[in-house]
């Protein structure tokens, strides 16, 4: 490869082959991790956009079982904004921290025995651009949204096949949580539009995965009172007045509309002690910067997905009983010198990593991803939507909703589905090939609270095998 490059006489040309050679690396040993890594991990760079101004981070792990025939799945995490180290440390990737008491060396991990890379090759992508490792060549770049993010992972998955055609035949699939519910429909709708087209090379597109997907602004929102009050969060009282005051538009609330206001101040009031990813869990400062707006205020999430971070005047840091605990050891991993050097950053590239960042210049496009889903829903591809029944932040009663208004018929209806000879959560499969699961116990990010049932929901459908 390297010689082949050399022998290139145009400058450009060999420009870029050493770009390609420098900009995929193997990894072997990170720091933290007790010997070589047991999995196949690779990183690297792809540039996307206008002269590739933005250059969009990967990781990369191989199937652990048959990475010559598994699936390959690329990973979006949601945020906007959060790293796709999130996905991978966190959620269905193939390592985690150790949780203990942090001194100031470097945090130390484990492998993760859950991890979806047990059945298929995954694609971390840090996106949209300003994601974790991802950066931009020039200030223009850095504007970004749903659609520029949705062309820009479709050119780097494409680039990034063209790299490696050793994976051009493995089926394909999209997936993703939380924001990405709107994003990775209309990216599969692209790659779809440009299989059709003929565009090279062509997708062995199969279909996407979503959990706890932010599909659409109206029915994600409308269904937080009624969850709130099926989970014994809000008085039978409230709830029917909310329902008369606000006419069960809760999205919309019309500013004239004083008990309609004063009644959604109520429920404010009554959930502001939870956690709403998790509302069984301790509400726990959220680690992340906290979001600023010119002024220098606190500008509130696009998605409330953290907002009760923004009920603590100064959040302080989360103590180890917390989840967040384990958000924060990331940062001190992954802005280590030596860790950044097994990753082969760039030197110079990024400044401090965050797990989360929401100071991008990101414009929310897409109010509703719901159109995508019909039209995918035609289509023939397979679809599994999840849900963590205990996330207040898109809550089970929305997902279900814009599911039954895509108007199929059942093929599977609503049944348990079972692990270790116990209730996991319930399933129903529908004849656009969607397959619809709760997971019991399961949060905002489902395999964060439960990651063996999620392993085993994602092995089941992958191999198409019913739930
Ligand atoms: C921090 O704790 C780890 C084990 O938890 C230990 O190996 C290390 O020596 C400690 N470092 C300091 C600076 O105390
Ligand atoms: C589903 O059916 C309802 C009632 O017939 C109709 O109003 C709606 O447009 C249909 N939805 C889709 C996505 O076709």
């Known amino acids: 490869m390297a010689k082949l490059c050399f022998s290139l006489l145009l400058l450009w040309q060999l420009q870029l082959c050493m770009q390609l050679i420098d900009s995929r690396s193997t990894v072997k040993f990170l720091p933290g991790f007790q010997g070589p890594l047991s999995f196949e991990l690779e990183t690297g760079y792809v540039g996307v956009g206008e002269s590739e101004d933005a250059q969009l981070f990967y990781y990369f792990v191989k199937s652990e079982k048959n990475p010559k025939e598994d699936p390959l799945l690329l990973w979006l995490t949601g945020g906007p904004g959060c790293s796709a180290f999130s996905a991978l440390v966190y959620e269905i990737g193939p390592i985690n921290f150790n949780i203990l008491e942090y001194n100031g060396s470097l945090p130390t991990l484990h492998l993760n025995p859950y991890s979806w890379t047990k059945e298929a090759s995954i694609l971390f992508v840090d996106s949209p651009v300003g994601t974790g490792f991802s950066y931009v060549r020039t200030p223009l770049a850095s504007q970004t949204g749903d659609f520029k993010q949705v062309h820009q992972v479709d050119q780097f998955l494409r680039k990034w096949l063209m790299d490696h055609p050793e994976f051009l035949s493995n089926p394909f699939y999209v997936g993703g949580d939380s924001y990405s519910g709107i994003t990775v429909p209309p990216l599969v709708q692209q790659i779809s539009n440009e299989n059709e087209e003929g565009i090279k090379p062509l997708i062995n597109l199969q279909g996407y995965i979503l959990g706890n997907p932010k599909t659409d602004k109206i029915v994600d929102k409308n269904s937080q009172i009624p969850f709130a009050h099926g989970m014994g969060l809000i008085s039978n009282e409230l709830y029917e007045s909310l329902k008369i005051t606000c006419g069960g538009d809760y999205a919309n609330i019309d500013p004239s509309n004083v008990d309609c206001l004063n009644d959604n101040q109520a429920f404010s009031e009554l959930i502001s002690g939870l956690d709403q990813n998790h509302i069984l869990e301790p509400r726990c400062p959220f680690f992340s910067p906290k979001p600023r707006d010119s002024n220098g205020k606190r500008r509130s999430l696009n998605d409330n997905e953290k907002s009760q971070e923004f009920l603590d005047p100064e959040p302080a840091l989360p103590s180890i009983g917390c989840r967040s605990f384990g ?76 599911i039954k208004s895509l108007n199929y018929s059942i093929i599977d209806d609503w049944r348990p589905w079972i692990l270790h000879s116990q209730v996991a959560g319930y399933t129903r499969t529908y004849s656009n090939r969607m397959t619809y699961a709760t997971v019991k116990g399961g949060g905002h990010i489902a395999p964060e609270y439960r990651p063996a049932e999620c392993y085993a929901m994602f092995q089941r459908w992958i191999n198409h095998d019913p739930l």
């Open 327 to 402: 958000y924060m050891l990331s940062q001190n991993w992954e802005n280590d010198y030596n860790v950044r050097k097994a990753l082969q950053i760039r030197q110079g590239s990024k400044g401090k990593w965050q797990r989360c960042n929401y100071d991008l210049p990101y414009t929310q496009e897409i109010g509703s991803s719901f159109s995508f889903h019909v039209s995918l829903s035609t289509k023939g591809y397979r679809s599994l939507i999840y849900s963590g029944d205990h996330d207040m932040v898109v809550p089970f009663l929305g997902t279900e909703a814009w």
